[in-house]
């Protein structure tokens, strides 16, 4: 495989990356403040994916990888739903937790 | 003539291969978080209103301040600014020293508080706040013990930029470190509101 450099990236875009992430952090902090019963975790859930894509794709320089880099991260994506969608199909349907 | 063998993008992949399999490790753990969440939703509530929202919100800002200077660290090095690339490592070092210290103190307040694995206060308060806290000790410890790994390793491969073996040409051990570093922020952006700030 030939060797193809990735271009720098620039200072200021790991810099506003981590100014959103800061603030993202800040959202998260704050809507915890308040009961919203249920929806509160699916923030706190959706915020933290939100900071794991610019993670993932800025920091991690996903962004600047090949197609088969992406793939990877989706296949792991769909490993853990199963993982996750199985484990809960036994869980919800128990009559008593053990 | 010598030929070397060298394929850098390779490197990265197995890296990222390795990742994805640390991330199942750490699902794992938050697959039986969710569990015990559903099964003790206002025991977690009370357990979670135990731990100090201070202690982990600093160490967020500085995990997301240590996941900026490695990455900055890999546009220095690919720039050859080699000075600035050095003391970027070091200040990515210094950030998780700091993580670790204001780990120790955290932990020290709780055990203070008869909070840890196994201890009567926990017994007494019922088997919902203890599996939070037996969760809580064992995923941050981990944690703890990736932060350890990963500040290691970009000790080591700080020490290899100052000696000229990783170099503006060849820094994919750099950008491993770095990847490696950005997993343990990854973990911590989900860790932080699970166990700190359910209400």
Request: aromatic share 14%; charged share 10%.
């Amino acid at each position: 495989m030939s060797e193809e450099k990735h271009e720098p990236v620039p200072y200021q875009t790991f810099i506003l990356i981590w100014v959103a992430l800061i603030i993202l952090t800040g959202i998260t902090v704050g809507v915890a403040q308040f009961d919203f019963g249920a929806v509160n975790i699916w923030v706190a859930l959706s915020v933290a994916s939100l900071k794991s894509a610019l993670v993932l794709f800025v920091f991690m320089h996903l962004r600047q990888e090949s197609l088969l880099f992406k793939i990877g991260l989706l296949a792991m994506l769909i490993i853990l739903v199963i993982f996750i969608g199985l484990t809960f199909t036994d869980v919800l349907y128990r009559e008593v937790l053990p | 003539m010598s030929f070397e063998h060298r394929d850098d993008t390779g490197d990265r992949f197995g890296m990222w291969l390795f990742l994805y399999t640390e991330v199942i490790l750490f699902s794992g753990l938050f697959i039986l978080y969710a569990i015990a969440l559903i099964t003790y939703p206002q025991e977690y509530i009370t357990a979670s209103n135990k731990l100090n929202i201070w202690f982990g919100g600093a160490n967020t800002v500085v995990l997301l301040t240590s996941s900026l200077t490695i990455a900055l660290a890999i546009t220095a090095i690919q720039r050859n600014q080699i000075r600035l690339c050095i003391n970027l490592c070091v200040a990515t070092i210094g950030l998780a020293i700091v993580f670790l210290i204001n780990k120790y103190f955290e932990w020290s307040h709780e055990i203070s508080l008869g909070i840890y694995p196994a201890s009567e206060t926990l017994r007494d308060m019922g088997p919902g706040v203890t599996s939070f806290f037996n969760l809580y000790y064992f995923t941050a410890g981990l944690h703890g013990l990736h932060v350890l790994i990963g500040a290691t390793l970009i000790t080591v491969v700080a020490v290899m930029v100052a000696k000229g073996k990783v170099t503006s040409d060849r820094y994919v051990l750099l950008e491993n470190s770095a990847l490696y570093w950005h997993l343990v922020d990854l973990v911590w952006i989900f860790l932080f509101p699970l166990y700190y700030l359910i209400i």
